[in-house]
């Protein structure tokens, strides 16, 4: 899929807002398959601490709820958002709850899981699995839900990507 296809993926905020992908055009971002009751939901916390290192700089990250794994996002959209601002001060953008593998994929994951590099190719293993998107569109690397947000391995990669845009 060409770049400009994958900014026409649809999207629904997590407050109902319809939009694409394309609303992050030009921007580096990093979409995570996120869940609340998670043994790796800390990781909020290192996500919006990434998000506001280097949103400045381009960074998007964009929380995707999905509740595929043992159940552990089982709340509402309302519940999610209140959850993620009370306990972790998210700012991030986050979508309506999503599935990321099997009959009901979202396109976006039907198109980032085509990204075949590293470790992990094909099938989302579990939450807080990290995709980077550069700001051309392209997916450059993907990360295992335990790679913390801190680590030095995402953070270059994420410094990497934003370099490249600036370059």
């Not at 694409?20 to 998670?38: D, H, I, M, P, W």
């Not at 009959?103 to 470790?119: R, S």
């Not at 190719?121 to 807080?128: A, T, V």
């Not at 700001?135 to 993907?142: K, L, N, P, Q, Y």
């Amino acid at each position: 899929m060409s770049p400009t296809a994958l900014h026409d993926i649809p999207l629904t905020l997590i407050d109902g807002t319809p939009t694409t992908f394309g609303r992050f055009a030009g921007k580096t971002v990093l979409v995570v398959n996120v869940a609340s009751k998670c043994g790796f939901t800390p990781q909020y916390a290192g996500l919006e601490a990434l998000y506001r290192r280097f949103a400045d700089d381009g960074l998007v990250v964009l929380g995707m709820p999905c509740n595929q794994f043992m159940g552990e996002e089982p709340g509402s959209e309302d519940d999610i958002q209140q959850f993620c601002q009370l306990n972790f001060g998210v700012t991030f953008p986050l979508t309506a709850k999503i599935d990321v593998r099997g009959k009901h994929q979202h396109p976006l994951y039907a198109e980032l899981t085509a990204f075949k590099k590293g470790v992990l190719p094909g099938l989302i293993k579990w939450n807080f699995e990290k995709f980077l998107v550069n700001a051309d569109g392209v997916v450059v690397d993907r990360f295992a839900s335990t790679v913390e947000p801190e680590s030095d391995q995402l953070v270059a990669a994420i410094e990497k990507a934003l370099a490249d845009k600036a370059a």
